[in-house]
Every structure is written in structure tokens, then in C-alpha cells.
């Protein structure tokens, strides 16, 4: 049964699955791959502060190798809903391109995919999907669970494609075969409430959360290197809480963020930014959250499956890339080898999220080509 990636697409824009909701998103996925042999297994996992999320693994074939595609149907909020030229969950085509969220990021690449699998011939080997419904969230009870239960399921796949928005102005353009980590903090520093007449009396902790974040701004991480940009720190809040003119503060915060190449690790950081904030001294307190270590995945099959399909069907030579934010593919890399590719993220997470029609047939056929020179055919 050949599926039209267009009319999958629509039908999952259509679910307003904004995270954690899947508002029959997993519903229409699973409708579709069992009527292409898949067998289907819900993962619904809670835990921790976040919230409940349904996730769904589906195979088809049981033999090695195994090839897997990753996705989430969650989408980000609409936002002014007013502002959206057609309405986000319609659906609605105008003109040769579909509108609505989540047709780049990413229900328009899991689509592609699965109307690939629809069309591939007999296969030696198996294909599945990992779809998740927290990849826009707190990516807690999503990616990271599912694959702790293939592990234990002993279905780890050989290699994985996540299909997250890559390509930057045409399809094929670019592939990702690594990602910068991220380091989320929020760094307070303790002082004495006191008047501003007598600062004698008080301790103001201004001054020194200026003194660190001028060292933090100040310093060179590194200059990048062959497949990464220089890692960057950004300070993206900094509030006292204090809106007296006569009164000084007791505490003063401020958060940032640090995207990190493979030139650095978690601990290195977390240790430099402890050393700069006891160098100024004082009392203050540092909660760090590490969202995601950098990696690079080594040239090897799975770039040559990429590259191979895309020269293929577009006659362009793609780059292989590690720009950009995070992916679940942070998690998969503990895993197996995993590289990402899917549709041009002009418009991910914006108002008037679209795709043309025309990328989601070439997408298809892209991953199509992967599947063949995956599975030798």
C-alpha cells in the first residue's frame, strides 16, 4: 500500500500535538505502519516533575541490520494564533506549499519516510521507528526511556536517521553528523540587604556577579575546529529582584548558557566556571544542568548512505554538518552510530511553519535511496 507523504502529513499537522499532548498523533502513525506490517508498541513513561508522555516504537522484520528512523510528533505553540496567514492546525495547501506547525519540525519528515518504506521493495533485514511525543519538552520521558527499553528488549538498532529539520535553502543541502552540548546555569550570588546611604552596613552582590560574567564574556573557549564552531557562552538573564532605588539587593542572578564543541566536557566546564566564580569570591550558589554533550558521529556508513542517496536523487553534494541546537540524536549517540536529515528549517518554530509540497516527495524519495544502499538492493 503506497502512502502519500502529502496526505500523511496533513493528517498529523491536524493532531495539535503540542508537547506533552499526542492529541491522536501516535494514532494516525500507528494506522499507518500496521497496514505496512509494522508491529507497534506504545511506551508511555512519567517520572520526575515532568509530565506523562506517549512514545511509539514500531519494526518491521526481525532480521539484522537494522536500520531505525527517530522523530518526535510534538510541536511547539502556535503562539499569536492571529498572526498565522492560515490557520496552524488546518492543514491547508496554498499555492504548492503546506502550512500549519510542525510540517518542517518534524511530522512532514516522518511522513516522508514512512511513504518511503511504503514504497520499498522486499528487504533483507529490519526498519523501525522511534517516535517520541518529548523531544520540544524536557526530553525526559521520551527518547532517553525508549532506548533504555530496547536496550533491555535487545533491539538496539545498528544505526539511526533522526529526521529533524537539516537543510538550510534546498533539499539536500546539508546532513548533521554531530552536535554541540549544552550547558544550562543559574548563578546567584549572596550578599546583605542594607540602605544605599550606608553600603558600609551591607554587602551589595552586584559588583561581583559583574566581575563574573565579565570573565565568563571575556574568555576565548576555543577556536573550533575541522567540524565544529567555536563553542560561545551567552548570558541570557540577569535579575536582583529589587526595584527600590535606596535599597541594596541581598542576592543578584543571572543565567546562561554555554554551547560546547568536542574540544571541551560537561565536567571541564562545570570546573571552569567554578574556578572563575571562587576566584572573585564571596558566597553564591551555582545550579548547573548539562542538556546535552557534544559528539560527532566518525564518517562511515551511515554518511556514505547519506551522501550516496542525495547525490542520487538531487545530483548535490551534501554537507555534512554540526551546527545548529540540540536533537534527541544527543541520546542515540550512547547507542549506535547516528547522523540526521530531513527538510529545510527556514521555518521551524515560527509563525507560518510550512513546507513545500514538492521537498516532501524529494525527502521521500531521498530516504527511499537510503533504505536501498542501506540494505544492498
Given at each position: ?201 551591607a554587602d551589595n552582590p552586584i559588583p561581583r556577579l559583574i566581575k563574573v560574567l565579565d570573565k565568563f564574556t571575556r574568555a576565548n573557549l576555543d577556536q573550533g575546529n575541522e567540524y565544529f564552531q567555536a563553542s560561545n557562552l ?144
Amino acid at each position: 500500500m503506497l502512502i502519500d507523504p502529502l496526505e500523511l502529513t496533513q493528517k498529523l499537522v491536524r493532531c495539535p500535538s503540542v508537547t506533552p499532548k499526542n492529541a491522536g498523533a501516535l494514532e494516525v502513525l500507528e494506522d499507518a505502519l500496521k497496514n505496512l506490517g509494522f508491529i507497534c508498541t506504545r511506551l508511555p513513561f512519567s517520572g520526575g516533575a515532568a509530565a506523562k508522555v506517549d512514545n511509539l516504537y514500531a519494526r518491521l522484520g526481525t532480521k539484522e541490520p537494522h536500520f531505525c528512523f527517530a522523530g518526535h510528533t510534538d510541536v511547539v505553540p502556535v503562539g499569536a494564533e492571529a498572526d498565522w496567514d492560515l490557520p496552524p492546525f488546518a492543514a491547508e495547501v496554498d499555492n504548492g506549499i503546506l502550512y500549519g506547525r510542525g510540517t518542517s519540525d518534524m511530522k512532514g519528515g516522518i511522513a516522508a519516510f514512512i511513504a518511503a518504506v511504503s514504497s520499498l521493495d522486499d528487504f533483507d533485514g529490519s526498519i523501525s521507528l522511534l517516535i517520541t511525543g518529548d523531544e520540544e519538552g524536557p526530553a525526559v520521558n521520551g527518547t532517553v526511556k525508549m532506548l533504555e527499553w530496547l536496550k533491555e528488549q535487545d533491539e538496539v538498532p545498528d544505526i539511526c536517521l533522526v529526521g529533524e529539520p537539516t537543510n538550510i535553502a534546498e533539499i539536500g543541502d546539508m546532513a548533521k553528523i554531530g552536535r554541540r552540548g549544552s550547558i544550562n546555569a543559574e548563578l546567584t550570588i549572596h550578599g546583605t540587604q542594607g540602605h544605599v546611604a550606608y553600603p558600609d552596613q551591607a554587602d551589595n552582590p552586584i559588583p561581583r556577579l559583574i566581575k563574573v560574567l565579565d570573565k565568563f564574556t571575556r574568555a576565548n573557549l576555543d577556536q573550533g575546529n575541522e567540524y565544529f564552531q567555536a563553542s560561545n557562552l551567552e548570558v541570557v538573564n540577569i535579575d536582583v529582584g529589587n526595584e527600590a532605588t535606596n535599597v541594596i539587593p541581598m542576592d543578584a542572578t543571572a543565567k546562561f548558557n554555554i554551547r560546547f564543541n568536542n574540544e571541551h566536557t560537561p565536567d571541564g566546564l562545570i570546573e571552569w566556571i567554578t574556578d572563575i566564580c571562587e576566584s572573585v569570591g564571596g558566597d553564591y550558589t551555582l545550579d548547573v544542568n548539562v542538556s546535552g554533550d557534544a559528539f560527532l558521529t566518525a564518517e562511515g556508513l551511515i554518511s556514505d548512505v547519506i551522501k550516496g542517496a542525495i547525490k542520487s536523487v538531487t545530483g548535490k553534494e551534501v554537507e555534512l554538518s554540526t551546527s545548529g541546537g540540540t536533537s534527541d540524536a544527543r541520546f542515540i549517540k550512547n547507542y549506535c552510530p547516528v547522523a540526521e536529515f530531513g527538510l529545510i528549517n527556514k521555518t521551524i518554530h515560527k509563525v507560518n511553519e510550512c513546507v513545500r509540497v514538492d521537498d516532501l516527495m524529494i525527502l521521500r524519495d531521498i530516504y527511499l535511496q537510503m533504505l536501498k544502499l542501506y540494505f544492498g538492493k
